[in-house]
């Protein structure tokens, strides 16, 4: 048990569909971050946020849309998605963006397949 | 820019001890850390040094840092097979970005084999 949930764990969705994915962390952190994870790719950062406030958006396409109503918890909206963008999604936090040591803690992921 | 590279695999036997290489290439990084992906799993974090450190030790785990040379490794002592998994090697840059970003190697399988 990370302390960070994500649901669903798999998701089946068709080039067409729109479906979100949920992150919810129950550290007490500030900073949320979602990651792209592929076979064969180092993590991609995706978005950042800190206290509610999007901080980096990797040049992710607008297909993918974040949403971050608090601090506990991390949306990631999806629609339209391509094949390519199948891939193991993770949700990570931190307690702060800025000052000292600040490891990042992930949940278990997403496993996104596009049909 | 930034880089920071892993071996792609290691095999070892059960009982050995294993080594994970890392190298990384910005010099102002402050932290780096460790993490453990099983099978089906995110990333757990293992452990982290800090730059102004040599070796840090916690139980099985050794991370060792050169930071003259920028390299990095994780020994983990009587290796068993729950330690199967990716390991990630991941430098903080505060400076480029302004803020925590992290900086991930590919990762390194390790396969544990009796």
């Known amino acids: 048990e990370t302390g960070v949930t994500q649901t669903p764990r798999h998701l089946v969705m068709g080039m067409t569909n729109k479906k979100s994915l949920k992150c919810e962390q129950h550290l007490g952190h500030n900073a949320m971050y979602w990651y792209k994870q592929s076979a064969k790719k180092p993590l991609e950062l995706m978005f950042v946020?800190?206290?509610?406030?999007?901080?980096e958006n990797n040049s992710v396409p607008s297909r993918f849309s974040p949403e971050c109503p608090n601090s506990s918890h991390l949306f990631l909206h999806l629609h339209t998605l391509q094949p390519e963008d199948s891939a193991l999604y993770l949700c990570?936090?931190?307690?702060?963006?800025?000052?000292?040591?600040?490891?990042?803690?992930f949940g278990d992921g997403t496993r996104l397949s596009i049909l | 820019g930034e880089d920071v590279e892993q071996s792609l695999f290691l095999s070892v036997r059960e009982g050995d001890s294993s080594v994970i290489n890392c190298t990384y290439t910005d010099s102002s990084s402050t932290y780096l850390y460790w993490y453990k992906q099983e099978p089906g799993a995110g990333l757990q974090l293992l452990t982290y040094?800090?730059?102004?450190?040599d070796m840090k030790q916690d139980q099985r785990l050794t991370v060792l840092l050169n930071k003259k040379d920028k390299h990095l490794s994780l020994r983990i002592a009587d290796t068993q097979t729950g330690d199967s998994a990716i390991y990630f090697c991941?430098?903080?840059?505060?400076?480029?970005?302004?803020?925590?970003?992290?900086?991930f190697g590919a990762g390194t399988r390790l396969a544990v084999h009796p």
């Open positions: 040094i800090f730059s102004n450190m």
């Open positions: 991941a430098e903080r840059d505060p400076f480029e970005s302004g803020y925590n970003k992290l900086i």
């Open positions: 946020y800190s206290l509610e406030e999007r901080v």
């Open positions: 990570a936090s931190s307690r702060a963006l800025t000052g000292g040591n600040q490891p990042q803690h």
